[in-house]
């Protein structure tokens, strides 16, 4: 028998998302040897590390990563920044070509394959971390960055919005200038690169298996309320 239908915000055809979930610990960073979390320099050091993790191919749009280095470095000169990327593909040749067109072969290190296991330690290493990927259903890599400590600079319009805050634990632009837009801002921009990096490093995202378990009981939930009948 059908029971009569409770008036409610929710609708039938939202869609809910799971996010996706990590084992947070493996990549929480590490206190500095003095004790406690290490303090970000303000403003950071020259070059800005930028570590991009990523298949090294065209749907990824790797040669526009060197893009946004070549402008950046136009605009702060040689030697301001560095780009590590970290993943195999079959776009290394055609980036390494692109690098020394563009005139940075010299800050753009790429490493080929990085085992999962050696990001923690590659990360430590890094400022921020840089995605140029349109087609980024959700973009693990940059959240296993983020839970490392890293602020995340990407493109609006992707799954990396639905876990990075802009302004909050990293920057989010509309378009490939805004990224190099936003890279200089981090490199000159009084005290917001310390504040996103101490964000990203003292605040884990919510993407701990704990928190996954909750969103799903909540979807749960929520199909119970919305479903009004008895078989």
């Given at each position: 028998m059908w029971h009569r239908r409770s008036?409610?915000?929710?609708?039938?055809?939202?869609?809910?998302?799971?996010?996706?979930?990590l084992d947070l610990e493996e990549w929480r960073p590490r206190p500095s040897p003095q004790g406690g979390p290490q303090a970000p320099a303000d403003p950071p050091p020259a070059p800005?590390?930028?570590?991009?993790?990523?298949?090294?191919?065209?749907?990824?749009?790797?040669?526009?990563?060197?893009?946004?280095?070549?402008?950046?470095?136009?605009?702060?000169?040689?030697?301001?920044?560095?780009?590590?990327?970290?993943g195999d593909g079959p776009d290394l040749a055609?980036?390494?070509?692109?690098?020394?067109?563009?005139?940075?072969?010299?800050?753009?290190?790429?490493?080929?394959?990085?085992?999962?296991?050696?990001?923690?330690?590659?990360?430590a290493q890094q400022d921020v971390f840089l995605s140029v990927a349109r087609l980024e259903a959700f973009g693990i890599a940059a959240l296993e960055a983020r839970a490392a400590g890293?602020?995340?600079?990407?493109?609006?319009?992707?799954?990396?919005?639905?876990?990075?805050?802009?302004?909050?634990?990293?920057?989010?632009?509309?378009?490939?200038?805004?990224?190099a837009s936003a890279v200089v801002r981090l490199a000159t921009e009084p005290g917001l690169y310390a504040r996103l990096r101490r964000t990203a490093r003292t605040t884990p995202p919510a993407a701990g298996w704990d928190d996954v378990l909750a969103a799903a009981e909540r979807e749960y939930s929520r199909a119970r309320r919305l479903v009004r009948f008895r078989p």
């Open positions: 008036r409610s915000r929710e609708l039938p055809g939202e869609v809910g998302v799971l996010p996706n979930g800005l590390r930028i570590v991009a993790t990523q298949r090294v191919a065209p749907r990824k749009r790797s040669g526009e990563l060197v893009d946004v280095v070549a402008a950046v470095t136009r605009r702060l000169g040689p030697g301001s920044v560095r780009l590590t990327v970290a055609r980036v390494r070509q692109r690098a020394r067109a563009a005139g940075v072969s010299g800050a753009v290190e790429l490493l080929g394959r990085v085992p999962r296991t050696e990001l923690p330690a590659l990360y890293l602020p995340v600079v990407a493109l609006a319009g992707t799954g990396i919005t639905s876990f990075i805050t802009d302004g909050v634990d990293g920057l989010i632009a509309p378009d490939d200038e805004g990224l």
